[in-house]
């Protein structure tokens, strides 16, 4: 069960990002950033929430393919076998590593994607 302090620490959060993002969309319907004014308010908004969608993939996968591999793959094989699949090819040599290099070069450009909306 939630406490009271974590429920008023939701509670409080929840309200930023509502806040957040009704500034930001009021922003963009304003022309008042790069990819509104240079295109459309529409497309800005559908861009940018297309590029959180994406980061939250990224950020998803990075957090699955560095918590795996203490974990054995042969738990999970017949349950999850894309999962098996995909860790057996990203947990063999230093294929972690790239990736994890690779992935922050895709954070940076998400990131530099949605700044323009």
């Keep these: 069960m939630v406490s009271v302090i974590d429920g008023i620490k939701q509670f409080y959060s929840m309200a930023l990002v509502i806040f957040s993002v009704v500034?930001?969309?009021a922003l963009?319907?304003?022309d008042n950033t790069k990819m509104a004014q240079d295109a459309h308010p529409v497309?800005?908004?559908?861009?940018m929430w297309l590029g959180i969608l994406w980061m939250s993939m990224v950020e998803g996968g990075q957090c699955s393919m560095v918590g795996l591999p203490p974990i054995d793959r042969e738990l999970y094989k017949e349950s999850?076998?894309?999962t098996y699949k995909i860790c057996s090819l990203g947990h063999k040599g230093n294929n972690l590593d790239r990736?994890?290099?690779g992935r922050q070069f895709m954070v940076i450009f998400i990131n530099f994607t949605i700044n323009l909306c």
């Excluded at 497309?43 to 861009?47: D, K, T």
């Design 23 to 25: 500034i930001v969309t």
């Design 28 to 30: 963009m319907f304003t």
């Design 43 to 47: 497309a800005a908004l559908v861009i």
């Design 80 to 82: 999850h076998p894309t």
């Design 99 to 101: 990736y994890l290099m």
